[in-house]
């Protein structure tokens, strides 16, 4: 895996359609996560309140053959009435996404703003 220096690399390098996913993503975080700067940590973009990358993250995307995973790192602790978020590995959970239709900006602020909190 190639390692990237920068976030905006990281979703150039993609092949369309995984890089609008990512892009589209990441605009949306970087919507709902003001102030909250992205850098990459572990070879993918992840937010974090901490003065480092990895210091109280928040969310992060990862881009795999055939979808875009975002995820919040205490996202289990992240009420979900809609049921889309799916437990992974640790506190964390995640969403799959295929396409930019995947990404519901309203429900994924809400969700962010949930995990910010609880990093807070």
């Known amino acids: 895996m190639a390692k990237f ?3 905006e690399a990281y979703v150039e390098s993609l092949d369309a359609p995984l890089r609008d996913i990512a892009e589209h993503a990441r605009k949306t ?3 709902a996560l003001i102030g909250v700067e ?3 940590w572990h070879g993918h973009p992840v937010w974090s309140l901490g003065e480092a990358p990895g210091k109280q993250p ?3 995307i990862k881009a795999y053959g ?3 995973t975002f995820a919040l790192w205490r996202g289990q602790s992240v009420t979900d009435p809609s049921g889309r978020l799916e437990a992974a590995s640790r506190e964390m959970a995640q969403v799959k996404l295929r ?3 995947d990404i519901d900006a309203d429900l994924f602020t809400g969700w962010l703003h949930r995990a910010r909190d609880l990093e807070a």
Request: proline letters at 0%; charged letters at 10%.
């Open 29 to 31: 975080v970087d919507a």
């Open 5 to 7: 220096e920068t976030v």
């Open 99 to 101: 396409s930019v239709a």
């Open 58 to 60: 928040v969310a992060l």
């Open 66 to 68: 055939s979808y875009v």
């Open 38 to 40: 992205a850098a990459m």
